[in-house]
């Protein structure tokens, strides 16, 4: 079976919404007997001092859990997707705290990143969810 990027971004967003590492651990797997190769990585802390780490975390995280190898390309493109998924939440969490995970996805050339956060604001929380999608060859 072929999938698209529609997909991808569904894997993607499953992995960031996975709430323990055995549950990512499943979903891995799962997704692997389907091509699709898939990472997850916690993050919290202040969003705008934060989004530099969160790119470095995504790239890492993919790198390790082999959804990219370590080229230029494969690497900006989680890079680029992932400042796609935080511009979503730009406004919602300017100047306040997030936590939460981020997911990669990719079957062949379709990377999508999802990031999933709880955004603070001493108990008044929010929650918010960014996606973004590179094609690499």
């Given at each position: 079976m072929e999938y698209g990027s529609k997909k991808v971004a569904s894997v993607a967003?499953?992995?960031a919404l996975s709430e323990s590492r055995e549950e990512e651990?499943?979903?891995?797997?799962?997704f692997a007997r389907q091509g699709i190769r898939a990472a997850a990585v916690d993050y919290?802390?202040?969003?705008v001092g934060s989004i530099q780490k969160i790119v470095e975390r995504a790239v890492v995280a993919a790198k390790r859990e082999g959804v990219i190898r370590e080229t230029h390309a494969e690497e900006g493109a989680v890079?680029?997707?992932?400042?796609e998924a935080l511009s979503q939440l730009?406004?919602?969490?300017?100047g306040l705290n997030i936590g939460?995970?981020?997911g990669v996805a990719r079957y062949h050339d379709h990377i999508s990143v999802a990031v999933f956060f709880g955004i603070g604001?001493?108990?008044?929380?929010?929650?918010?969810?960014?996606l973004g999608h590179r094609a690499v060859s």
């Open positions: 967003i499953k992995m651990n499943r979903l891995k797997q799962e919290g802390g202040e969003f890079a680029g997707a992932t400042r730009l406004f919602k969490a300017l939460g995970k981020i604001l001493l108990h008044l929380d929010e929650v918010g969810i960014g």
